[in-house]
């Protein structure tokens, strides 16, 4: 499984958590509320709806009345099909909510799990947010060294988008510094909840303890080359 469906699959079972979906009203969510998947099509989510059915992590209900559901096959038409989370799905769910390997640090796999921080415990968050952090600041390092290097070589314009890249960087780590911060007082989040971020008690530790975010986004915006 590749590191983009694995992330894929980690959203779908967590929106899911919340509640049952049919699959475009799945879709809408992951484009609205996640913002790294709106580049997502019907040829990439149904595949991975299927998979993670297949494995017993979901199952597939009627998501119509017997009338509606009569009236869509005489008009020819597929009957809405609505995606619930099995026990099994909840419990692969929490288990991969409670990692805090590398991968949770990178760019998708950290907006992702950013979305759901409200399911998770306050521990693990801040294993994932010192862990974000050090990343960028050891990719923040590399930035200035190559610029150090290359700066006398390259024309006004490239070294304003080095320095423009830097920046971004740089506020991220201001952002993750006030989010370490709060989590460390114990603080509940404050001001609107970003969209996909559940205001909810999690399961499995204390909820809150994140500063307002005033609109700022976790990572770059990656995009997909999938389309249909």
């Known amino acids: 499984m590749s590191r983009r469906s694995g992330i894929l699959e980690f959203a779908i079972l967590g929106l899911l958590r919340e509640s049952p979906m049919h699959g475009y009203e799945l879709r809408k969510r992951l484009n609205t509320s996640l913002g790294v998947f709106r580049a997502f099509s019907y040829g990439t989510l149904y595949p991975c709806l299927k998979t993670l059915v297949a494995n017993g992590w979901l199952i597939e209900e009627s998501g119509n009345t017997p009338e509606d559901a009569l009236t869509a096959t005489l008009a020819g038409r597929r009957a809405k099909i609505v995606y619930r989370l099995t026990a099994e799905g909840k ?57 150090a290097r290359t700066r006398e070589r390259l024309d006004d314009y490239t070294l304003e988008l080095q320095r423009h890249g830097m920046e971004s960087v740089e506020r991220e780590v201001r952002w993750l510094n006030e989010l370490i911060e709060s989590e460390r007082a ?37 995009s997909d080359e999938t389309t249909t």
């Open 91 to 147: 419990e692969h769910f929490e288990e991969l909510l409670s990692q805090t390997g590398p991968d949770a640090y990178e760019d998708e796999h950290f907006a992702a799990r950013f979305a759901f921080f409200g399911q998770t415990s306050r521990d693990v968050r801040m294993r994932v947010l010192e862990g974000r952090r050090s990343r960028l600041e050891e990719r923040l390092e590399k930035m200035r060294a190559s610029l």
């Open 186 to 222: 114990g603080r509940d989040l404050k001001g609107p909840v970003p969209d996909g971020t559940a205001r909810q008690d999690s399961t499995s530790g204390e909820s809150g303890g994140l500063p307002r975010l005033g609109g700022a986004t976790p990572g770059p915006d990656p």
